[in-house]
């Protein structure tokens, strides 16, 4: 009962954790409104095997499947768009874009995206 416990807690774990959230404006040389928002996730580190004891086939299997965001496509596509969820939310808050904006650069680091835009 405990093995099952242990094994639905680190499935319930979320693949990454946000680290911070950052709002830049500026204006351009017409006077327009631009925006850059970085949006950065810590770095996990990668499970550990115990090389004394004796591996089974399910303690291979479960480390090779872990996910790290630094490797997975899945998962900076879910940052993405969790990163435009958020902008837009920010940029409602500042009310800073008043009718629309356009989203034309996305940037991406190792543990990072940026989207670069301007408003309409």
């Known amino acids: 009962m405990v093995f099952l416990f242990g094994c639905t807690s680190s499935i319930n774990e979320p693949p990454y954790e946000i680290n911070q959230k950052q709002f830049y404006d500026a204006l351009d040389e017409q006077g327009n409104k631009l925006f850059a928002y970085v949006v950065s996730v810590k770095a996990k580190t990668r499970e550990q095997i115990n090389l004394n004891k004796k591996l089974t086939r399910s303690d291979i299997e479960r480390f090779a499947e872990q996910e790290h965001f630094e490797e997975s496509t899945v998962l900076k596509l879910q940052l ?41």
């Open 80 to 120: 993405e768009d969790q990163a435009v969820e958020f902008l837009s939310k920010e940029l409602a808050q500042r009310n800073y874009c008043e009718d629309k904006y356009k989203i034309n650069e996305v940037l991406w680091r190792d543990l990072s995206v940026q989207l670069r835009g301007r408003c309409l």
